[in-house]
T-cell receptor, first 111, second 113 residues
């Protein structure tokens, strides 16, 4: 079974800190790796998409990397802000299940 | 450019009833997939449609069904509702079934009482 694991499950940091969220997946034959954020009770907002031929993508204070050989992806958030507080989901795309989700990392950035 | 639109946003039903949820994808997107999100199970894949054809189906009972229309809008139906069907149902839209970025709607919150 294709699985995606996210560590840690929850993270609380003071404002301004740089932080890393981790994601690992069991099947390296992925197409894309996508990071989303979800605010409570809301839908998912796409943050970054890394295609299988790429190693990283950057958008503003966010940087995501992909290492297919080790089955890992990381999301780096620079200079965190209280508005970054949300649940971050790592999603593997490929195969019959379309998108396979991790359980997410709940991030709290304290002012 | 309008995003993915899901209706209704909130729904309360009683056990045994049936419900239909709607998803309008981003204009030009032909692939629509549905997911169920619960606190215990996280996000689980229900099914995927492309060009009016169901391409894949997740591990859900036959009470869950869906369809896609020629304008790419999709509906999912749940019959004989159970308490455990209470969840946030999310729809994702993409240009094609694979290798393309997925965009999600705000979801439909279904509560079964």
């Amino acid at each position: 079974k294709q699985e995606v694991t996210q560590i840690p499950a929850a993270l609380s940091v003071p404002e301004g800190e740089n932080l890393v969220l981790n994601c690992s997946f069991t099947d390296s034959a992925i197409y894309n790796l996508q990071w989303f954020r979800q605010d409570p009770g809301k839908g998912l907002t796409s943050l970054l998409l890394i295609q299988s031929s790429q190693r990283e993508q950057t958008s503003g204070r966010l940087n995501a990397s992909l290492d297919k050989s080790s089955g890992r992806s990381t999301l780096y958030i620079a200079a965190s802000q209280p508005g970054d507080s949300a649940t971050y989901l790592c999603v593997r795309q490929g195969g019959s299940e379309k998108l396979v989700f991790g359980k997410g990392t709940k991030l709290t950035v304290n002012p | 450019k309008a995003g993915v639109t899901q209706t209704p946003r909130y729904l309360i039903k009683t056990r045994g009833q049936q419900v239909t949820l709607s998803c309008s994808p981003i204009s030009g997107h032909r692939s629509v997939s549905w997911y169920q999100q619960t606190p215990g199970q996280g996000l689980q894949f229900l099914f995927e449609y492309f060009s009016e054809t169901q391409r894949n189906k997740g591990n859900f009972p036959g009470r869950f069904s869906g369809r896609q229309f020629s304008n790419s809008r999709s509906e999912m139906n749940v019959s004989t509702l159970e308490l455990g069907d209470s969840a946030l149902y999310l729809c994702a839209s993409s240009l094609a079934p694979a290798n393309t970025e997925a965009f999600f709607g705000q979801g439909t919150r279904l509560t079964v009482v």
